[in-house]
């Protein structure tokens, strides 16, 4: 998650009062922003992907001022009129809207300029979900000539010096030589032409998705007026963009301009600070926060949290991008109520707990094989593909598709976990009789996701005398003390030794395998001491057990 | 203590080698005069001096005893003084020597070295190596080589008790000539209590071990049983036992069912639908890009109700919503994957719900997983709480309530909640519980109320449901202070074995 560094100072100014650094941290927390640390004067904190307005030191500073009661209600912000324009070509089909704004009487500095730079970066990451949808750039008003062209142009017959760059190059190579070229390239797969902003002189102001050009995209100290383009694929994204951006540069001292923004079928004027409204009913809040709040008490806690109200109509400040049903409101009313005030409360309703029946019997056998000496261990499900070959003759595991470890497939068979259980422990003490409850993972066309999950039971004997005999005699006990019968049939398996392995039958289905452990099989895993093994399906135990019942 | 008390409680292998301590005292001479095996004899000699009957005493020693070829030369000579012995005054080509000698070339090449060492041989290089003797070497051959007055010892022999400490150097050198083997001499000695429970009558039989037999002849009346040293350890033996991790699962499902929670159960196995869009996870949203999702290959059928998620999505649909405005796309909503919460299980629920159950309460105990390599603080797949509550009349406070309810049972008095961000919550927030020992908030998991565009789809109607997904890797872990969270399933016996049990 992104982070804003806010300096203590400049929160104190904001605040028009000194505030103990403990209290800070807490409020922070408590406003729904992540503290993550504190270095000196600065102040570190995660914003949440639903609150890029928070994203600058101005836009948390603001949400802070009302959080803690110094300025609240909603901010008003204006943007003067103007003869700016810019024209949408029909061309930009690929990004078809862009929002633009200036803003004049600016200081920048040099740390200034970097800020600004990272907050676009944090910005066109989050809100822009990494330019797909969103990217912003920022230019010195005064090299430009209105109008302005945002029209999209075959590459190669463009020509400009990107961000950075010494010489001109031909657009077309940007993707290839420019580092944003690079990064972003994944975005315009299949474009044959890109997106610019040119102004009426000819002049090339940026290539989108990737840079400015190096001489009409440079804002400097000695910059005061700059102009704002945010340009994407979708109107609501880029006019929200271009309304955190301008807000935040107001608050730095900017004074906002419109632009006309001319598309072929319309003409939009932005920025516009207008408030977004919704209807809140305080019953809702009530019922929901489990408080007895006031239609007033409501309006407070709303303008502790920046908002405006018109009886029961919130005001929505233009650059909140996250308030899409009343239950977002109400989740604000919350935070200003504070989460730590909210009391515990255990309501008066009767409900009756209920066990899965799987889970009753898995806690059954549990019991069981306890009893009879056996300890539990828990594999994980996913296994390496090596370790199914090594345990030879089962079907294969499900691949996953982009597994960064080697543990890359679900396990079709218990086998290989309890092997390599036992292969781990081979310095400690014998015998080893261990039991495992797990899942093993089979392709099945007739299931939702084409993957059948099949909860089993596996036991695994393992020392000098263990034979198919003393395996029987687990599986026999179990089976007894459940109450079911079962039967053995023989079958060959290349997990087993011929001749010495069974299938497990209950109610005429075969539920399992029961044997001793083929010598190449635990030669294969590095073992020198016997195995012998069973392993059976739950499910048809549940199911028989509630037929009984 | 009282000799005739002490007496009783010797066992049968004490009771038979402490007659032969009081004239014998080392290990091995106990071995061979009581007729017992050394295991037998060194369990006692413990045994003895753990009473203070005898005191042990081990001590270091090296024994030498004849390599191969030293033996070989006792019975033929040295081979020096074979070589020795057909040399001329003149010299003498080496060839022709060694074949006098009928010695091996090996051989000849290591009496060289020696006989030269003692300036008994000279030697010059003309055509090829020549060899006489020298005066010494003749006056050497009428007496007895140091060598050979070493070899004539009886061995084995204590390393101390050599006294031509040089040559016994020299023949160390030279190969498979002498061997030097460390030994450990135990020896015992009765100490003024031995000597007092030596002195007693041993001979008094006592009852070792109650047979059948004697207890249906009735022949233990007629005799003593002979005590215990109750006091000393035992060996350890291991029973079955659950895995620390059920122990800590079924704590924990106690708590829930206690609550009137009923049990969730469902596939690891699930589509992007289930897992993320019931839940109103943006498809653009940064989580779904992450890489820490496993997908598997395949496209997963999808339920009915999917086209009401997609107009959610999209507008908003009838929930009261904007949605997220986009265009829902049904490729991104088939893949297949391992489940990232247990979240899944409560859509599913919430979906087969009908106005006549409620209210109702759920809870799942379950594995999800992450694409990540394991280290001592991640795991590919761990086990989230999850719960939810569906009711008509459910709030915040409620929610505030079952939670902290439940830590306490796991232990924690204080419990705090953080406004926090998750898509398909509304509030959302944080849980932290305070940690007795450490004295400062630890962050167990997210809870919330779904929002409306999770329920009103699935439910049909709107209606709050309090949901909550916490980790329980951390306080399972912490109970049985493992700090690295892959010991968890690391599946060593021993520390399964031995672990104490789970007990809050």
């Known amino acids: 998650m992104p982070t804003v560094t806010l300096h203590v100072s400049t929160i104190e100014k904001m605040l028009g009062k000194k505030i103990p650094l403990d209290e800070l941290k807490d409020r922070i927390s408590m406003l729904g922003t992540d503290l993550e640390k504190i270095e000196g004067d600065e102040i570190h904190v995660e914003i949440f992907p639903n609150r890029p307005d928070l994203l600058s030191e101005q836009g948390l500073g603001r949400a802070l001022q009302s959080f803690l009661n110094i300025k609240t209600g909603l901010r008003h912000y204006t943007a003067l009129k103007s003869n700016y324009q810019v024209i949408v070509d029909p061309s930009v089909t690929m990004r078809p809207y862009t929002a633009c704004a200036v803003v004049k009487k600016m200081t920048f500095t040099d740390e200034r300029i970097r800020e600004l730079m990272q907050i676009q970066e944090k910005l066109a990451t989050t809100h822009g979900r990494n330019r797909k949808k969103s990217a912003y750039g920022i230019y010195p008003l005064e090299p430009i000539n209105f109008p302005i062209h945002y029209i999209a142009k075959d590459p190669a017959t463009v020509k400009f010096k990107p961000l950075g760059f010494t010489e001109a190059v031909t657009a077309s190579d940007i993707s290839e030589l420019h580092p944003k070229g690079k990064a972003y390239a994944h975005l315009t797969k299949n474009w044959k032409k890109y997106p610019f902003f040119i102004d009426s002189k000819d002049k090339v102001m940026c290539m989108l998705p990737f840079t400015n050009s190096e001489e009409t995209g440079k804002v400097t100290p000695q910059t005061k007026n700059v102009f704002i383009e945010c340009s994407g694929i979708d109107l609501d994204n880029v006019t929200k963009a271009l309304n955190i951006i301008t807000t935040m540069l107001a608050d730095m001292g900017g004074e906002i301009h419109c632009v006309e923004v001319i598309y072929p079928d319309k003409t939009i004027t932005t920025p516009d600070f207008t408030p977004a409204k919704m209807n809140l009913e305080p019953s809702y809040v009530n019922s929901t926060l489990g408080l007895h709040l006031t239609a007033t008490e409501v309006q407070h806690y709303l303008a502790r949290m920046g908002f405006g109200t018109e009886g029961k109509t919130t005001l929505i400040p233009a650059y909140r991008t996250d308030i899409i049903h009343p239950i977002d409101l109400v989740e604000d009313i919350a935070i200003a109520y504070g989460y730590e005030n909210i009391q515990g409360e255990i309501p008066n309703v009767a409900t009756i707990g209920d066990e899965e029946p799987l889970e009753k019997i898995k806690n059954k056998i549990r019991d069981i094989l306890i009893g009879l000496g056996l300890l539990e261990v828990k594999n994980v499900h996913l296994i390496a593909e090596e370790d199914s070959i090594k345990t030879m003759g089962h079907e294969k595991g499900i691949p996953l598709k982009n597994a960064i470890s080697e543990y890359n497939q679900l396990r079709p068979s218990m086998l290989p976990s309890l092997l390599k259980t036992i292969n781990q422990n081979q310095h400690h003490e014998y015998p080893q009789n261990i039991f495992e409850l797990g899942r093993t993972f089979h392709p099945n066309k007739n299931k939702e996701t084409g993957v059948e999950e099949i909860d089993r039971l596996a036991v695994m004997l393992c020392h000098e005398t263990t034979d198919f005999t003393h395996i029987r005699q687990i599986c026999d006990a179990l089976f007894a003390s459940l109450g079911l019968p079962f039967t053995v049939k023989e079958v060959e398996h290349p997990s087993f030794i011929s001749g010495r392995a069974g299938e497990i039958i209950l109610n005429k289905k075969k539920i399992g395998l029961l044997g001793e452990i083929h010598p190449q099989v635990l030669t294969n895993w590095q073992l020198t001491i016997p195995v012998t093994f069973f392993e059976i399906d739950v499910a048809e135990i549940v199911e028989l057990k509630k037929i009984n019942h | ?504």
């Open chain 2, 1 to 504: 203590m009282d000799i005739k008390n002490l007496v009783s409680k010797l066992h049968p292998l004490e009771r038979k080698l402490l007659p032969f301590i009081s004239q014998h005292q080392e290990l091995q001479v106990l071995v061979n005069a009581s007729g017992l095996q050394e295991i037998e004899v060194m369990r006692a000699l413990q045994w003895l001096e753990n009473k203070k009957i005898i005191l042990l005493h081990t001590e270091k020693k090296k024994q030498v005893s004849l390599g191969k070829n030293s033996q070989a030369y006792k019975k033929t000579g040295l081979p020096e003084k074979i070589f020795l012995g057909v040399l001329d005054q003149e010299f003498k080509g080496l060839n022709v020597i060694t074949k006098k000698s009928k010695l091996s070339r090996e051989e000849v090449n290591a009496c060289i070295g020696v006989l030269k060492r003692k300036n008994l041989i000279e030697i010059q290089n003309k055509e090829g190596m020549e060899i006489k003797i020298t005066t010494s070497g003749t006056q050497s051959l009428q007496q007895k080589f140091p060598e050979e007055i070493f070899l004539q010892q009886t061995f084995p022999l204590d390393e101390e008790q050599i006294i031509d400490k040089t040559t016994y150097d020299e023949l160390r050198k030279r190969k498979d000539f002498v061997l030097v083997e460390e030994l450990k001499i135990v020896t015992a000695t009765l100490t003024e209590l031995g000597k007092e429970v030596a002195a007693a009558d041993l001979s008094i039989e006592v009852i070792n071990r109650l047979t059948t037999e004697m207890l249906k002849s009735g022949a233990w009346k007629e005799k003593q049983f002979r005590a215990y040293d109750v006091e000393i350890n035992v060996p350890k033996i291991h029973g079955g036992r659950k895995h620390l991790e059920t122990e800590a699962i079924e704590y924990i499902r106690r708590i829930w069912l206690d609550m009137g929670f009923k049990e969730m159960n469902g596939n690891f196995v699930q589509s992007a639908f289930w897992d993320l869009d019931a839940l109103f996870v943006p498809q653009d949203h940064p989580a779904r890009e992450m890489q820490d999702t496993f997908y598997l290959h395949g496209k997963a059928a999808l339920p009915k109700i999917w086209e009401k998620i997609k107009t959610t999505h999209e507008t908003g649909g009838v929930t009261g919503s904007k949605g997220w405005r986009y265009s829902f796309s049904k490729e991104e909503t088939e893949q297949v994957l391992l489940r990232t919460h247990t979240t899944v299980l409560s859509a599913q629920t919430i979906a087969k719900l009908k106005k006549e159950d409620l209210p109702a309460k759920f809870f799942a105990i379950g594995k999800v997983f992450r694409n990540e390599s394991m280290d001592w603080k991640h795991l590919f797949e761990f086990d989230q709480v999850e719960g939810i509550v569906v009711d008509p009349k459910a709030n915040l406070q409620h929610l505030k309530g079952y939670l902290t309810q439940f830590y306490h049972k796991m232990g924690y008095e204080k419990v705090r909640m953080r406004p926090a961000h998750f898509p398909y919550t509304e509030p959302s927030l944080e849980v932290d519980v305070f940690h007795p020992v450490r004295k400062e908030w630890v962050e167990l998991g997210g809870a919330g109320i779904f929002r409306p565009e999770v329920v009103i789809p699935l439910l049909g109607f709107d209606c709050p449901v309090l949901a909550w997904g916490q980790g329980m890797a951390r306080i399972i872990a912490e109970y049985w202070n493992i700090t690295d969270i892959r010991d968890l399933y690391r599946n060593d016996l021993k520390q399964l074995r031995e672990a104490k049990v789970w007990i809050k």
